[in-house]
T-cell receptor
Framework: EDQVTQSPEALRLQEGESSSLNCSYTVSGLRGLFWYRQDPGKGPEFLFTLYSAGEEKEKERLKATLTKKESFLHITAPKPEDSATYLCAVQPAGANNLFFGTGTRLTVIP | DTAVSQTPKYLVTQMGNDKSIKCEQNLGHDTMYWYKQDSKKFLKIMFSYNNKELIINETVPNRFSPKSPDKAHLNLHINSLELGDSAVYFC??????????????FGPGTRLTVL
């Protein structure tokens, strides 16, 4: 059965304190792994898609990496505006729907 | 120039009522989706439509009926609302079914509260 587990559930960081969020997945063939950011009261906002192990993508202070079993979202020198829930989702091969994890709620303290 | 829009943003109603949520996308995408996000923030697929044709229908009560008048619109009608239907419903769209680049773009959500 396709499954996505994210850890930690919640993370508090001081401004400038780098860290990583984890997304472990079990899927019968991976078509793509997606990272989204969700602010309170809003819809998920697309960040990255990763397709194969070893792939990395960067955007400002965020960097996403992918292995055959997990993905990491690295946050370098975070700012308070990075506070949000970060969602990971996998798309199985041959399917077009996404299976989401429950997210990591990140709080960056000034 | 909102890409995926939903109306209404908030919906409060009594048990047993029938209600609809509307979704429109102006991205020219062929595939649209409905997701449900529960109180624990878990997002789960409900339906997927490709070019007005139903593709995915997860285990959802048949009180929920999606309707796609054209490929830019996907509405969700809910009959005989129950307390457990309270959640945030998100519409999303992607370029094409099983396309190489099929990132899903989400609407702002509709918070449904059933009293």
């Amino acid at each position: 059965e396709d499954q996505v587990t994210q850890s930690p559930e919640a993370l508090r960081l001081q401004e400038g304190e780098s860290s990583s969020l984890n997304c472990s997945y079990t899927v019968s063939g991976l078509r793509g792994l997606f990272w989204y950011r969700q602010d309170p009261g809003k819809g998920p906002e697309f960040l990255f898609t990763l397709y194969s192990a070893g792939e990395e993508k960067e955007k400002e202070r965020l960097k996403a990496t992918l292995t055959k079993k997990e993905s990491f979202l690295h946050i370098t020198a975070p700012k308070p505006e990075d506070s949000a829930t970060y969602l990971c989702a996998v798309q199985p091969a041959g399917a077009n729907n996404l299976f989401f994890g429950t997210g990591t709620r990140l709080t960056v303290i000034p | 120039d909102t890409a995926v829009s939903q109306t209404p943003k908030y919906l409060v109603t009594q048990m047993g009522n029938d209600k609809s949520i509307k979704c429109e996308q102006n991205l020219g995408h062929d595939t649209m989706y409905w997701y449900k996000q529960d109180s624990k923030k878990f997002l789960k697929i409900m339906f997927s439509y490709n070019n007005k044709e139903l593709i995915i229908n997860e285990t959802v009560p048949n009180r929920f009926s999606p309707k796609s008048p054209d490929k830019a619109h996907l509405n969700l009608h809910i009959n005989s609302l129950e307390l457990g239907d309270s959640a945030v419903y998100f519409c999303a769209s992607s370029q094409a079914l099983l396309a190489g680049t099929d990132t899903q773009y989400f609407g702002p959500g509709t918070r449904l509260t059933v009293l």
